[in-house]
């Protein structure tokens, strides 16, 4: 399978017009949309909470989480902007734009431009395509606007030990995963000391099946006597 990151290349209109996108984000359009959505329900989501798509991308699960919240609950951000773009399209198909989400391109995680707090945060296939200190980034962007009992989940490919250097193929999905380069792959305590550091606490998440052998985590702020 080809590794490199195709999420930081524009697409054209005209790719946008054939749904090239759907394939730009990895495919399994329907599978993976409904599979964060379902998810992030299972974890207490609910129409009326505030909730954040950390690369949102063209609304893979974007479009699940616009339909099911009330109007103007639902933030996304991503860096590329053609895929913002096709994400719209998308929405317009089905009357989304109508509960008026918020879409932001941006590259530094500056989720305070949003303007408000957030009950629950997903960054979904995200992380496996970030430097560690993108992630450390993210997070110390993501702390300061959740809500204090907020929930940020995040996928990654968790690697067996911290600096873990040889590469890990995953015979399912035919991914190989590096400790330098994109996909990248990282253990629990290399992304829980990020988190700790950004006044985050990490927890894996157990219950949860990934068709790509992703792992999720979830961050809380810390609890503080």
Request: proline fraction near 4%; charged fraction near 20%.
């Amino acid at each position: 399978m080809n590794n490199v990151n195709p999420y930081g290349r524009q697409l054209s209109q005209d790719e946008i017009e054939k749904n090239k996108h759907r394939e730009c984000v990895g495919g399994m359009w329907e599978e993976m949309g409904l599979l964060q959505f379902e998810f992030m329900k299972k974890r207490g989501l609910l129409p009326g909470h505030r909730f954040l798509d950390v690369g949102c991308g063209c609304l893979r699960g974007g479009i699940h989480f616009i339909q099911y919240l009330n109007a103007g609950k639902y933030y996304g951000l991503d860096v590329n902007s053609s895929l913002i773009e096709a994400g719209k399209l998308e929405l317009a198909a089905i009357d989304g734009l109508e509960k008026s989400p918020t879409l932001l391109v941006n590259d530094k995680f500056e989720f305070s431009r949003f303007g408000v707090n957030f009950n629950f945060a997903l960054a979904f296939s995200v992380f496996t395509h970030l430097f560690m200190n993108h992630i450390g980034r993210c997070l110390l962007e993501v702390e300061k606007v959740l809500e204090p009992q907020g929930e940020f989940y995040a996928t990654f490919f968790q690697a067996p030990s911290s600096i873990y250097l040889p590469n890990i193929s995953d015979q399912t999905s035919g991914i190989t995963t590096n400790y330098d380069s994109d996909p990248f792959h990282y253990s629990f305590n290399e992304l829980n000391s990020i988190a700790e550091n950004a006044g985050l606490a990490a927890e894996l998440i157990n219950e949860w099946e990934h068709p790509r052998a992703q792992k999720m985590i979830c961050f809380r702020h810390q609890i503080t006597d």
